[in-house]
């Protein structure tokens, strides 16, 4: 069974960067797409990035490109996020996630996810 949990987050004031990582154990996470999602407070939880299984493949919301950055390493089972330039608008919680069923960003896609971490952009 395909376990995900995620560190990196943490307090960082507007401007700043983190790297969130999402290790993986139980299953090789190269079977796996994955995706990273957010939820702010009072709000939906929406797709900020996803890398298909070889990582060839990458997308991410307007809202961050150009700011985030996927990446994967399958040799170590690990996924990456890559956040620079945060905005308060980046804080939530961040969960990534695993699926078998092709690139999406949609949430309902992916089965299994991680417990999250939190990030807090502020001064």
């Known amino acids: 069974q395909l376990r995900l949990v995620e560190s990196g987050g943490g307090l960082v004031q507007p401007g700043g960067s983190l790297t969130l990582s999402c290790a993986a154990s139980?299953?090789?996470?190269?079977?796996?797409?994955i995706g990273w999602f957010r939820q702010a407070p009072g709000k939906e939880r929406e797709g900020v990035a996803r890398?298909?299984?070889?990582?060839?493949?990458?997308e991410y919301a307007e809202s961050v490109k150009g700011r985030f950055t996927i990446w994967r390493d399958n040799g170590g089972n690990t996924a990456y996020l890559r956040m620079k330039s945060l905005k308060p608008e980046d804080t939530g919680d961040y969960y990534c996630a695993a699926t078998s069923y092709g690139d999406s960003l949609q949430s309902a896609l992916y089965p299994t996810w991680g417990p999250g971490t939190q990030v807090t952009v502020s001064s």
């Open positions: 139980g299953i090789r996470l190269s079977y796996y797409a």
């Open positions: 890398i298909s299984t070889l990582g060839g493949s990458t």
